[in-house]
C-alpha cells in the first residue's frame, strides 16, 4: 500500500514538472515569434560593417574568402569596400553578386530579398557553408546569422541549429554577444 502511494506521488511531481516545463516552452517560443517581429531592417552600411568583425567569429573561415551575394545589389556594392580586410584567420578576397546559387560554392552566401530561402539553405547545408542576411523576416527561419535593429541598435541573431548544419563554428565571445534562436 505505502509502495502504490509512493509511486503514485513520484508519477504526480513527474506530470507537474512535465506540465511546468511545456508551459515555459510555451511561454518562450511565444515570447520569441513576438520580438522576432520587433526587429528591422540594418542599413547596409551597418550591416557591411558589422559582418566584416563578426564574421572572424567563426573559427571555421580561413584563407581567401568568397561572399555569395543573391538579390541585394545595394549590399554587395556596400560589402566590396571590405575586399582585403581581414576576416579572422582569413581576408576577404572576393563579393560575388547573383541571382541564382552559384556553381562554384563559396564560404558565406549572403541572402537578400526574393529569394527562395528553403532552396539556399538547402545548399548553404548541403555545401556547409555559412549563411548570413540582413533580412529581420528571416530570424527563426535558418539562416545562421542575421543582422537587424532592434529598439534603434544593431543587433546580431544567431541560430545554433543552422550554423552547426552549415559548418560554423563559433567562439565563446560571439555566443554571449548575440541574440540565440
Not at 70 to 87: C, H, K, M, P, S
Not at 111 to 133: F, H, Q
Not at 145 to 162: H, Q, W
Amino acid at each position: 500500500m505505502a509502495g502504490n502511494r509512493r509511486k503514485s506521488e513520484i508519477l504526480m511531481r513527474g506530470m507537474k514538472k512535465s506540465v511546468i516545463t511545456v508551459a515555459l516552452l510555451s511561454i518562450l517560443l511565444y515570447s520569441s515569434s513576438v520580438s522576432a517581429g520587433s526587429y528591422q531592417w540594418a542599413s547596409v552600411k551597418i550591416q557591411s560593417a558589422l559582418f566584416i568583425k563578426v564574421l572572424g567569429f567563426n573559427k571555421a573561415l580561413e584563407g581567401n574568402l568568397i561572399i555569395y551575394v543573391l538579390g541585394a545589389d545595394e549590399f554587395a556594392g556596400e560589402f566590396r569596400t571590405q575586399i582585403g580586410n581581414r576576416v579572422g584567420d582569413g581576408r576577404l578576397y572576393a563579393v560575388i553578386r547573383g541571382e541564382r546559387l552559384p556553381a562554384d560554392v563559396p564560404d558565406i552566401v549572403y541572402i537578400g530579398e526574393g529569394c527562395n530561402l528553403e532552396k539556399v539553405l538547402d545548399y548553404t547545408e548541403r555545401n556547409r557553408v555559412m549563411s548570413i542576411s540582413g533580412n529581420p523576416g528571416y530570424v527563426g527561419k535558418g539562416v545562421s546569422l542575421i543582422i537587424a535593429i532592434e529598439d534603434g541598435k544593431p543587433r546580431l541573431i544567431v541560430d545554433t541549429e543552422s550554423s552547426i548544419r552549415e559548418g560554423v563554428e563559433w567562439n565563446k565571445q560571439m555566443i554571449r554577444i548575440s541574440q540565440i534562436y
